[in-house]
DNA sequence: CACAATCATGAGCAATTGCTCGGCTTGTTC
DNA sequence: GAACAAGCCGAGCAATTGCTCATGATTGTG
């Protein structure tokens, strides 16, 4: 159905420079607050009031309030570029684990509260879901390929490997680089590489 | 101020059996809404409905709905026995790992969803931060102590270390549990006890 | 069996939330 | 500059939530 269908879409195109000032202050506004206040406690009128606009403007561009998540969610899974990074499978192992482990943890930079709003938190629609399910099984086949292909990868369970490396570089960054000045992102990332790389090329 | 420190604290002893099952039946009621619902979503009347109970009854027990989060966090905690199997060192490295992995896995092996919702959802309150921060406190001084110490650790950074192993484990084990199925918790136990070891013994 | 302590009830209050709608301001077009 | 469109406003509605309190039912005790 058209309705279903447009229950997370923006509700009108701009089509004045003031328009899409106004989009873009409630985007930033909404990261900032869900970030802040976790999704049920960041409420619409303090998003508006955030990004110094009135509560109706904000429902001129989004339908509801999950459709400001929705939007928030694409731009992060489009702007993430670490599926990419594992296809390199002719490069050394340890660079092709490096390129992956700093993409996300580029991509984790801006805003780690944000991020694991958006991936714990966020409402169990169908469409979120299925966007990042979608997302993170690209990167468990790239990965998966590259285990099975790349001649210095040796672990057995290559399933449960791929399984492993995947969330132990999901997961840890989001916290580690969450918690200012204890852990060195710089570190995190040689002793991260260092971990991965040993593991897949033991016997 | 006493008003202050029973915030989280039960309203009333029970003194009859039948007021104990009370209780019990609002904490498991309250752990399956949680984990279904989230936090926030999990509404108390939800709770007292799935515990066969009036509102009313619910709140004869506990003050408020955190109170309820944060039993279910204390009792939760006390379970984890993670932190004492880090003591032993003067066993096989492997071993003393291997131990560590496993009292995570069985600990979260319950209700994975909770777990995470206990973490991530809880309200920011002064009390539960300082229960969490104190219980990972003692994780990581163990953690820190053997590594170290024990003669098979070979790891420059361990500062880094520390803070990698620890979460690597904790959230490695959430994610993986919770999709039922794909991942066999025997596999992943073996798969993370050669990865920690090699790396902690890398020169 | 009386009578008090304990336990259970649930209608409904106060506060909060997502969101609407009618009217206003600013920009565009001819 | 008139007429229309695009954008903006914010009081307030409907729904939901955490929680109270006056009342009634159960249980233990002498």
Redesign the interface.
């Given at each position: 159905m058209a309705a279903e269908q447009r229950r997370l879409q923006p509700r009108k195109q701009p089509r004045q420079v003031r328009a899409e000032l106004t989009r873009q202050r409630i985007l930033t506004a909404a990261a900032r607050v869900f970030a802040e206040h976790?999704?049920?406690?960041g409420t619409t009128n303090r998003i508006a009031e955030r990004a110094g606009i009135s509560i109706g403007s904000l429902y001129q561009y989004y339908p509801n309030k999950d459709a400001i998540l929705a939007e928030l969610l694409t731009r992060h899974l489009e702007a993430d570029r670490s599926a990419e990074t594992l296809r390199h499978q002719e490069e050394p192992l340890e660079d092709i684990i490096r390129a992956f482990v700093r993409a996300v943890i580029d991509n984790h930079h801006d805003d780690p509260r944000l991020l694991?709003i958006l991936s714990?938190?966020a409402p169990r629609s169908t469409e979120l879901l299925e966007l990042m399910a979608q997302h993170q099984r690209e990167i468990h086949t790239n990965l998966h390929d590259l285990l099975n292909n790349h001649p210095e990868v040796h672990?057995q369970?290559k399933?449960?490997?791929t399984?492993?490396v995947a969330?132990?570089v999901e997961?840890?960054v989001?916290?580690?680089i969450a918690t200012p000045g204890?852990?060195?992102p710089t570190?995190?990332e040689?002793?991260?590489v260092?971990?991965?790389t040993?593991?897949l090329r033991?016997r």
């Open positions: 976790g999704y049920a406690a694991r714990d938190q672990v369970d399933h449960t490997a399984h492993l969330s132990t997961y840890t989001h916290p580690l204890e852990i060195n570190h995190l040689e002793e991260l260092t971990m991965l040993t593991y033991t």
